[in-house]
């Protein structure tokens, strides 16, 4: 699905959530145990294929939208959902478009979908759902009541990855600072960042169909992933990218594996393999450029982190240099290369601290 379906199905989305004029009418016809056919547009083109029926040209209601279903002809709003335009019209479609369902409502609701630019909505009295259309996107509406006990339980389950995530973070930061980092530990934070991502990526999905009833969830979904892209994305800098590839490539990557293949290390060292080169050793030593700590660094922008890497080239050639050399090589006033150097002597501190409590 590309950007501007993407687009057009959030819009879509945005006037049927819960609470919403439309989705209130579409509940409405659910309870009278009706179905409906309604298409969000009433363009040339969708008047087009459209035969009979009568002109409303009124404001939309919840009331008027579910008296109007009690006819069998389908309902035509304009784009916004806002006004009612044509009542128990039948629709027309191309009969040779694609379509999966089988049902004569859903059909053909699939069939405008994908000849018209528009978004179609479908309500079965048999089934008791709400189905939208748009393009070759298919979406089934679920209950309320569904989708928070569902997105609770996804929170929950972040919370626990989350808390993973922060530990082979830790881990990776204390091995960095000893100098002692090897694919294992830096694969382990790639593999429960992504993990932590695909579970946020479905909560979101269940809070767009919330709405304003999805608020408060949505504020610890925030919570949880913050930093958790920004930390993938520094990882596969500082380990993965090269003449080969870019960190972009890395999620790609990432994203592309199946569940199972997740869970193991060993296949995620496969796909991470350099593509030039023998496959990745879990145990293999390797070194950090230092993009991840130095944005850890209070009052260091990402320029100057750019100018030390280049310059360095890792980590620890930063960490052993004199704040004389670093302000000299990168540019930088004593007073800032001094704040550099502090800042890594903290953090070496602190995770000192850490692994020891």
Request: charged share 30%; aromatic share 2%; with cysteine.
């Amino acid at each position: 699905m590309g950007a501007d379906e993407n687009r057009s199905l959030g819009a879509l989305l945005a006037q049927v959530v819960p609470g919403s004029a439309l989705r209130d009418g579409l509940e409405r016809i659910l309870r009278a145990r009706m179905g409906a056919l309604i298409v969000l547009g009433d363009g040339p083109e969708v008047l087009e294929i459209c035969s009979g029926g009568f002109h409303i040209d009124a404001e939309m209601s919840p009331q008027r939208l579910s008296e109007l279903a009690k006819m069998d002809g389908a309902i035509v709003l304009d784009r916004t959902g806002e006004r009612i335009a044509w009542a128990n019209v039948h629709l027309v479609p191309d009969p040779t478009a694609p379509t999966n369902e089988t049902g004569t409502r859903h059909r053909t609701a699939e069939r405008v979908a994908r000849c018209v630019d528009v978004q179609v909505v479908a309500v079965s009295e048999e089934m008791g759902t709400i189905t939208l259309y748009q393009g070759a996107t298919k979406r089934q509406l679920r209950p309320t009541d569904v989708l928070i006990s569902r997105a609770n339980h996804l929170l929950q389950t972040l919370d626990r990855f989350r808390a993973r995530f922060d530990e082979v973070s830790a881990a990776l930061t204390a091995s960095e600072i000893e100098d002692v980092v090897t694919a294992r530990d830096v694969v382990a934070v790639l593999q429960r960042a992504e993990m932590a991502v695909r579970v946020a990526d479905e909560t979101t999905e269940l809070l767009d169909e919330l709405g304003e009833h999805g608020r408060l969830l949505r504020l610890q979904l925030l919570e949880l992933m913050a930093g958790v892209r920004e930390e993938r994305r520094l990882v596969a800098e500082d380990y993965f990218v090269d003449g080969f590839r870019a960190a972009e490539d890395v999620v790609v990557r990432l994203a592309s594996l199946t569940i199972a293949d997740l869970l193991g290390l060993e296949r995620l060292a496969v796909v991470l393999a350099d593509p030039e080169g023998a496959p990745l050793d879990l145990e293999r030593s390797v070194v950090p450029r230092g993009l991840r700590l130095l944005r850890r660094v209070p009052h260091v922008t990402s320029e100057v982190v750019g100018r030390l890497v280049d310059h360095f080239g890792d980590l620890h050639r930063i960490m052993r240099a004199p704040v004389a050399e670093i302000a000299s090589a990168t540019g930088m006033g004593d007073e800032l290369a001094r704040s550099v150097k502090e800042g890594l002597v903290r953090l070496a501190e602190s995770s000192i601290l850490d692994r020891t409590s």
